[in-house]
């Protein structure tokens, strides 16, 4: 056999190759993932700042936290940046007419940015609703607790 002959016989090949049927592979399951939801209250005016409770919701499982965060701009003349507070925080949570979820008690310092504060995360049967209370105090001003009720859909 010739050269072009094998190289003929070797593409008529190919040819048959590419053209039988493959097998079709099954599609893998598309994986399920539980969305998380992220739920905060109205905000509380604490220490002169703004506090929030809040609450993510992923399935059944909820983590409670609550955030601190500046209640607006700045007076006129202000200095800038602020001094550092030092913040006593007390976060908890329970399902509504149940179980305790938990507290936190501790301390913070806050100057500008966002600080949050993490507490418990829990499984809660679905179709509950969970209560969060957050408060702050600058050891000069009382507390004043941010809450959120949130429920548990799944």
């Known amino acids: 056999m010739n050269r072009i002959a094998r190289i003929a016989a070797g593409a008529a090949g190919a040819v048959a190759l590419l053209a039988a049927p493959v097998p079709a592979f099954a599609a893998a399951p598309a994986a399920t993932t539980a969305t998380t939801v992220t739920t905060c209250g109205s905000y509380s005016l604490q220490a002169g700042l703004a506090t929030y409770a809040c609450a993510d919701v992923t399935g059944d499982s909820v983590t409670v936290f609550g955030k601190i965060g ?85």
Do not use: I
């Not at 602020?82 to 913070?108: C, D, Q």
């Open 70 to 154: 500046l209640a607006g701009p700045p007076s006129p003349g202000t200095p800038w940046p602020p001094a550092p507070k030092e913040l006593v925080t007390h976060l908890s949570a329970n399902v509504a007419g149940g179980a305790s979820l938990g507290t936190v008690n501790g301390r913070t310092v806050f100057q500008v940015s966002t600080v949050r504060v993490d507490g418990a995360t829990a499984t809660v049967p679905c179709g509950s609703t969970v209560h969060v209370s957050f408060d702050v105090e600058g050891f000069w001003s009382g507390q004043v607790p941010a809450t959120v009720d949130v429920p548990v859909a799944c």
